[in-house]
């Protein structure tokens, strides 16, 4: 099974450093950060710069699994609505030069206190439907990641995805920002089963004292959750995100291989 990492805990170092540890830790495939504080990927690139990005990934053995910008379309400002919305389009037309057919975005962080769930989700919705309209025009898939206060409730995160209900938009399921949010990864599974689109394969210790680990030394039950995304059919990315307390390296060596020894005790 290949496996894929992005480049989040690397948040630090410049994109080289960050590819080239991806690949000597034997991932086959990287989704590639867009947003503060490391633009591992970025708008603003030259061509040259972005042509070598790509060119560096290819020669380590790589393939670009996805473009991961920042997003936030809980916005009830008309002119931030309309940046977002202009935002996502420039990041669409980023993903399609890396070669990638996979935006990863995030819905939107905190309810309004002065906002109803019905009218978050309307404003969530409204900025979201003309990016999907140009992501299908341009054969990019939106995966909105399992993040945020919005972003995890399972509920309006449905709403979201079935009130524009197209092919072109699903879920990137975060295991552990579904569990430290109370959400069980599995139901999320259960709900959004073939609108899961990406993954970010993380795990957690949860409790009073939560913290990141790296994948198989936290409290989710991997093995079930790989179980039952397989049964969807799931045919993207198995990716790995880092957000533990030990160095990138490490972290990433120790999730790398743990999932190898699952998915091949699942073959």
């Not at 086959?28 to 560096?56: F, M, N």
């Not at 940046?83 to 996502?88: A, D, F």
């Not at 978050?120 to 399992?146: F, M, N, Q, W």
């Amino acid at each position: 099974m290949k496996l894929s990492a992005n480049t989040w805990c690397y948040r630090d170092f410049d994109r080289e450093t960050a590819f080239k540890s991806i690949a000597r830790l034997g991932f086959d495939g990287v989704e590639i950060i867009a947003h503060p504080p490391c633009w591992h990927a970025d708008t603003t690139d030259t061509a040259e710069r972005r042509q070598a990005s790509i060119k560096l990934i290819k020669e380590l053995g790589m393939e670009i699994v996805a473009i991961s910008p920042h997003t936030e379309y809980l916005q009830f400002d008309e002119y931030r609505r309309r940046q977002e919305i202009e935002h996502t389009m420039a990041m669409i037309d980023l993903a399609k030069l890396y070669g990638t057919d996979i935006l990863r975005i995030f819905a939107g962080g905190r309810f309004p206190e002065d906002k109803s769930r019905e009218e978050c989700i309307e404003t969530v919705i409204k900025a979201l439907k003309p990016c999907v309209d140009y992501a299908e025009h341009r054969g990019i898939i939106l995966a909105v990641e399992s993040h945020g206060q919005f972003g995890t409730d399972i509920d309006a995160l449905a709403a979201v995805i079935n009130g524009i209900d197209s092919p072109c938009l699903g879920i990137t399921l975060d295991t552990s920002n579904f569990a430290v949010n109370g959400v069980d990864p599995l139901r999320a599974i259960d709900v959004f089963n073939k609108r899961i689109y990406h993954t970010h394969l993380k795990d957690s210790i949860l409790g009073p004292n939560r913290k990141g680990t790296a994948v198989g030394e936290g409290s989710l039950d991997f093995p079930a959750i790989i179980k039952k995304l397989m049964a969807t059919g799931y045919k993207g990315k198995y990716c790995v995100e880092y957000e533990g307390t030990e160095a990138p390296d490490i972290g990433l060596e120790k999730s790398f291989n743990y999932l190898k020894k699952l998915f091949d005790n699942l073959a």
